[in-house]
Every structure is written in structure tokens, then in C-alpha cells.
């Protein structure tokens, strides 16, 4: 009976499935939360697709350097907020007449998409600093010592800006509140 030894090209073979299977464990676990974030970041369907698709391709190619399965949601943040980021570096805007351009008015369907808008155009006006946080918190339901981490903060600074960012956002509802009559009671 004649046996073979093992092969380097088995080997490399052998690496490569291990890489796929996890490569594709990864992908299946965090893809929806991955788009979501990305599609809150930047509010358009095709560009959080494209930036996903590019920080799966980014995973892919360096998915050795993940040694932590238990990082990986944070690791793929970092990646899509750097993608994000390189989608400015390259773009080049078109600036549009204003004169030019018909505005479509939606309208809204209920009271609750207009609170719903209302409250996202408030924490988009919050500085990064603060939205940020807030964001990761809300949407991903981070704890303050992950926030810290991901955001490379002290966690007492991560809290202080999630107790503040919350405090201007009380403050700005009771604000437009008051503007429009409604009390609360």
C-alpha cells in the first residue's frame, strides 16, 4: 500500500478552506449589523451596500490579523468607519444650482415617522463627539466599556459624553416641544 505524504499545495489547500469557513461564519453573524450601521451612517441604501461590500473585502484580506472572535463586530466597525472615510477622500462632489433642482414633498404617513425624523435630525446635529457614542450605544447596544474600546477613550469620558449627548437631546425636545404647544401631562 503506498501512502502519500502531505503536500505543501495540501496544506496551503487545507488554510484556505479554515480562512472560508470562518471568513463566512464572520459574514453570516455580523452582515446585518454591519449594514445597519453603515446605513445609518450614511442614509442611502446603494452607498451602505457598497461600503459593507468593501469592508467584507477588507475582512477578507486581512481576516489572519482577527485573533479575537469575540472582537470581530468592533474590528468590522473599524473597518466600515475607515471605508466611510475613504469614500470622502476620493469624491468628488457635483455642485448642483439650486435653481435647478425640483424638491419632491413626501409628506409623512404618521405622527410617529415625523418623531421618529425629528429625533434622528436632533442627534445629527449633536457633535461627534457625542453622537458618536450614542450611536453605538443605541444601535448596537454597546456597553461603555466596548464604546471606549472601539473608540479608543477613557470609559469615564465615554460615559460623561453618553450622559451629555442624552441631556442635549432632552434639551432640544423639550425645546421643540414648547415651540409647537405640547406639554408633557
Not at 453573524?29 to 442614509?43: E, S
Not at 452607498?47 to 481576516?63: N, P
Request: net charge negative; hydrophobic share 40%.
Amino acid at each position: 500500500m503506498f501512502s502519500r505524504k502531505q503536500s505543501a499545495n495540501d496544506s496551503v489547500s487545507e488554510d484556505m478552506a479554515s480562512k472560508q469557513k470562518r471568513y463566512e461564519a464572520l459574514v453570516n453573524a455580523l452582515h446585518g449589523d454591519i449594514y445597519r450601521y453603515a446605513y445609518w451612517l450614511v442614509k442611502d441604501k446603494a452607498i451602505a451596500e457598497d461600503i459593507v461590500q468593501e469592508t467584507f473585502l477588507r475582512a477578507w484580506k486581512s481576516l489572519d490579523s482577527l485573533k479575537d472572535e469575540k472582537a470581530a463586530k468592533s474590528w468590522l466597525i473599524t473597518i466600515l468607519r475607515r471605508e466611510n472615510a475613504r469614500r470622502f477622500e476620493r469624491k468628488q462632489f457635483d455642485l448642483v444650482d439650486m435653481d435647478d433642482v425640483a424638491l419632491a414633498d413626501d409628506g409623512l404617513s404618521n405622527e410617529t415617522e415625523i418623531e421618529h425624523r425629528e429625533l434622528r435630525a436632533l442627534m445629527a446635529n449633536l457633535s461627534e463627539e457625542y453622537r458618536e457614542p450614542l450611536m453605538l450605544q443605541i444601535i448596537f447596544g454597546y456597553s461603555g466599556d466596548e464604546i471606549a474600546e472601539q473608540l479608543d477613550l477613557n470609559k469615564n469620558t465615554v460615559m460623561t459624553r453618553l450622559f451629555r449627548a442624552r441631556n442635549q437631546l432632552k434639551e432640544a425636545l423639550e425645546k421643540a416641544n414648547d415651540s409647537r404647544g405640547y406639554k408633557n401631562g
